[in-house]
Nanobody, 125 residues
Framework: QVQLVESGGGLVQAGGSLRLSCAAS????????MGWFRQAPGKEREFVGT????????YYVDSVKGRFTISRDNAKNTVYLQMNSLKPEDTAVYYC??????????????????WGQGTQVTVSS
């Protein structure tokens, strides 16, 4: 069992940056691929990106590539989402998630085992 708690969301102006953190409980954190997805009001969940269990591989959806970076610290049971050059269309609730298998694609979403309660990110224009 893995419990995930996101933090770091908030209100930021367009062009600004935020770093989200996701703290995981449980001794098996390092065995899971981790990722982030988001959901804006009235829209479906959107895959953002994923990172392998070792942190050696990452994958991002095209809309955030070059602006967002996922990293993890297995010693701290934490995964991060660094978001730069934020745009109003990035406004959403952001969720971190764990899956037993790493995929370098949105197939990660079909393998989710755990996810957190989400943290709100609002980007003003």
């Amino acid at each position: 069992q893995v419990q995930l708690v996101e933090s770091g969301g908030g209100l930021v102006q367009a062009g600004g940056s935020l770093r989200l953190s996701c703290a995981a409980s449980g001794r098996t954190f390092s065995r899971y691929a981790m990722g982030w997805f988001r959901q804006a009001p009235g829209k479906e969940r959107e895959f953002v990106g994923t990172i392998s269990w070792s942190g050696g591989s990452t994958y991002y959806v095209d809309s955030v590539k070059g602006r967002f970076t996922i990293s993890r610290d297995n010693a701290k049971n934490t995964v991060y989402l660094q978001m730069n050059s934020l745009k109003p269309e990035d406004t959403a609730v952001y969720y971190c998630a764990a899956a037993p298998v790493y995929y370098s694609s949105s197939a990660f979403m079909s393998e989710l085992r755990y996810w957190g309660q989400g943290t709100q990110v609002t980007v003003s224009s």
